[in-house]
């Protein structure tokens, strides 16, 4: 029997899911002995080693060259410190609520895109970042007694990982999928090294978060693979709506693993920002 592309892409999506979570729970578990300069290291170290491998399997490591080094740069530094802000985010609150406001990450895409892809804002897509504004300020609840720094590092980690999306939109245009991978993992080993040893102090992973560590390194390839996999295969008005199912799943993980209470606001503040990102492209695929 022949699946639909519809029910391969949710398959896909089911990889994606799985693999997001398990970076977050392996995130907190190596946490107490690694800083997030130290997680990000290994884990574009061990990256690397899989880019290159399989790129060398499948013959296109040839597809690196150099021409575009200072835009994989800037592409580079801003994933890097949305990572590094998303690492410290899962540590320090519910998981549900990082998740929340890193599905604000495609609003700030739509007003990053101007500046940097020439690409105009429409009347649409105004009002989806009203409605996901609107989603976070019911997410954070900002005020003296409910502020706490791991929601701001969160968000910021969504402005990081809108910036990574933008300029790598941008390097598509011109390089290959295994440039883009290898300038990843390398640059970013290249950073997570000058960071985690500015102290002159490197933590080496223990034979009992060595797992963990691996398990953040290959997720976070996997669930990207899975997730562009699946785009190609439905359309995203498909695959949006299933990727948001990280939400409710990261938060009964947060309620069995660490006993983080259930929130309706973050969850009310979640739908509002699915609602916009949503609206978004519905109204993009309409028109």
């Given at each position: 029997?022949?699946?639909?592309?519809?029910i391969r892409a949710?398959?896909?999506?089911?990889?994606?899911?799985?693999?997001?979570?398990?970076?977050?729970?392996?995130?907190?578990?190596?946490?107490?002995?690694?800083?997030?300069f130290e997680i990000?290291?290994?884990?574009?170290?061990?990256?690397?080693?899989?880019?290159?491998?399989?790129?060398?399997?499948?013959?296109?490591?040839?597809?690196?060259?150099?021409?575009?080094?200072?835009?994989?740069?800037?592409?580079?530094?801003?994933?890097?410190?949305?990572?590094?802000?998303?690492?410290?985010?899962?540590?320090?609150?519910?998981?549900?609520?990082?998740?929340?406001?890193?599905?604000?990450?495609?609003?700030?895409?739509?007003?990053?895109?101007?500046?940097?892809?020439?690409?105009?804002?429409?009347?649409?897509?105004?009002?989806?970042?009203?409605?996901?504004?609107?989603?976070?300020?019911?997410?954070?609840?900002?005020?003296?007694?409910?502020?706490?720094?791991?929601?701001?590092?969160?968000?910021?980690?969504?402005?990081?990982?809108?910036?990574?999306?933008?300029?790598?939109?941008?390097?598509?245009?011109?390089?290959?999928?295994?440039?883009?991978?290898?300038?990843?993992?390398?640059?970013?080993?290249?950073?997570?090294?000058?960071?985690?040893?500015?102290?002159?102090?490197?933590?080496?992973?223990?034979?009992?978060?060595?797992?963990?560590?691996?398990?953040?390194?290959?997720?976070?390839?996997?669930?990207?693979?899975?997730?562009?996999?699946?785009?190609?295969?439905?359309?995203?008005?498909?695959?949006?709506?299933?990727?948001?199912?990280?939400?409710?799943?990261?938060?009964?993980?947060?309620?069995?693993?660490?006993?983080?209470?259930?929130?309706?606001?973050?969850?009310?503040?979640?739908?509002?920002?699915?609602?916009?990102?949503?609206?978004?492209?519905?109204?993009?695929?309409?028109?």
């Open positions: 029997m022949t699946l639909s592309p519809t949710c398959l896909w999506m089911i990889g994606a899911i799985v693999s997001f979570t398990s970076m977050a729970v392996a995130g907190r578990a190596v946490s107490l002995d690694l800083d997030t990000m290291m290994y884990r574009s170290l061990i990256g690397m080693v899989i880019v290159i491998a399989i790129a060398s399997a499948a013959g296109t490591l040839r597809e690196v060259r150099a021409q575009k080094l200072g835009l994989h740069f800037i592409r580079n530094v801003s994933h890097f410190a949305g990572q590094n802000l998303w690492f410290y985010s899962i540590t320090v609150i519910p998981l549900a609520q990082v998740f929340a406001l890193e599905f604000t990450s495609p609003l700030w895409v739509m007003l990053l895109a101007p500046f940097v892809l020439g690409e105009r804002l429409t009347k649409s897509q105004a009002i989806a970042a009203v409605i996901g504004f609107i989603g976070i300020l019911v997410v954070t609840r900002p005020s003296p007694d409910t502020f706490h720094i791991g929601l701001l590092t969160a968000a910021l980690a969504a402005i990081g990982f809108a910036g990574s999306a933008v300029f790598t939109r941008k390097l598509t245009r011109t390089e290959t999928i295994t440039c883009i991978l290898f300038y990843l993992t390398v640059m970013q080993a290249v950073l997570g090294l000058g960071f985690a040893g500015f102290d002159g102090d490197i933590a080496l992973p223990t034979a009992a978060n060595l797992p963990w560590v691996v398990v953040i390194a290959v997720a976070g390839l996997v669930a990207h693979f899975c997730l562009t996999t699946a785009l190609s295969l439905a359309p995203a008005t498909i695959v949006m709506p299933i990727d948001f199912t990280r939400l409710p799943v990261i938060a009964v993980v947060g309620v069995l693993l660490y006993a983080e209470p259930l929130d309706p606001f973050v969850l009310i503040g979640a739908v509002l920002i699915f609602g916009a990102n949503y609206y978004n492209i519905w109204s993009s695929t309409r028109a």
